[in-house]
Nanobody, 120 residues
Framework: QVQLVESGGGLVQAGGSLRLSCAASGRTFSNYGMGWFRQAPGKQREVVAQISSLRNTYYSDSVKGRFTISRDNAKNTVYLQMNSLKPEDTAVYYC??????????????WGQGTQVTVSS
């Protein structure tokens, strides 16, 4: 079993930056695919960014060029650097892990979420 704990959320003005962290348990962290998702009130959960065990990265069109996902396997941690934030980025952000580290065909573990609020 893997536990994921997000941190770094908060209130920021439009145009500002924020860095989210996700700390994971387990000694096989480097084999997992990792992802960030978000859910706004009344909306479905959507993918934001993903990083595979091979360090391939994927981004939704809405955040491409503004957000960067990275991982530090020595610290069992994945990060989401968010720059040029917009009010529409406001949501609860969730960290997730996949046993299928290369393909990330399913998501097996989820964190509790952290709130990000961007004011105009």
């Amino acid at each position: 079993q893997v536990q994921l704990v997000e941190s770094g959320g908060g209130l920021v003005q439009a145009g500002g930056s924020l860095r989210l962290s996700c700390a994971a348990s387990g000694r096989t962290f480097s084999n997992y695919g990792m992802g960030w998702f978000r859910q706004a009130p009344g909306k479905q959960r959507e993918v934001v960014a993903q990083i595979s065990s091979l360090r391939n990265t994927y981004y939704s069109d809405s955040v491409k060029g503004r957000f960067t996902i990275s991982r530090d396997n020595a610290k069992n941690t994945v990060y989401l650097q968010m720059n040029s934030l917009k009010p529409e980025d406001t949501a609860v952000y969730y960290c997730a892990a996949s046993r299928y580290g290369a393909t990330m065909n399913s998501w097996d573990y989820w964190g509790q979420g952290t709130q990000v609020t961007v004011s105009s």
